[in-house]
């Protein structure tokens, strides 16, 4: 009788999740370290507009962090280049929602984000699209309108005349 050892798959941390990391760790530290000294950070109950910043670059190096020492699988495939359009679409999306906020409002401005930047999925169709801009617009506008009682009109310029 002979007893097999089996020996546990072997898993390798990857240079290319160390090497993102640490580029991810390094903007956050830029961003939080300036937004920290050039902003008025104030406390959770009073936030200042240098408070997000500094919560969102604290945020990003913990994920960077968690991903540098993420094992990968010997199988894994390699990484590859996302397309032209999507490229387009996600970097344009922020142009987007600059360029309508003022003019068309919270609503509009989220809405039209969200559909335009859906479509860099290649998997993204046009009744998944409207759900995801309608559920992402609701929820904005329940928290920085609602819960935040942030000052940005539900309604742009051109809409309410």
């Known amino acids: ?6 020996q546990p798959d072997r898993h390798s941390f990857s ?18 370290i300036y937004a920290y000294s050039t902003l008025s950070i104030g406390t959770a109950a009073e936030m200042g507009a240098g408070f ?5 670059s604290i945020v990003l190096a913990l994920l960077a962090l968690a991903i540098a020492f993420t094992p990968i699988s010997p199988g894994t495939p390699p990484l ?3 397309s032209v359009k999507s490229s387009v679409l996600i970097m344009g999306s922020p142009l987007v929602f600059a360029a309508t ?11 039209l984000t ?9 998997f993204a169709n046009l009744r998944q699209s409207l759900l995801l801009s309608t ?27």
């Open 1 to 6: 009788m002979s007893i097999e050892t089996r």
């Open 15 to 32: 240079r290319r999740n160390v090497t993102f990391a640490a580029i991810f760790v390094c903007f956050s530290a830029v961003t939080g």
């Open 52 to 56: 997000f910043p500094v919560m969102l």
């Open 80 to 82: 590859r280049f996302a």
């Open 101 to 111: 906020i003022q003019s068309l409002g919270l609503v509009i401005a989220v809405a």
């Open 114 to 122: 969200i559909f335009f930047s859906s479509f860099a999925s290649r």
């Open 135 to 161: 559920g992402f617009t609701v929820f904005c506008v329940a928290v920085f309108h609602f819960l935040l009682n942030l000052p940005i009109p539900l309604w742009g310029d051109l809409i309410t005349g």
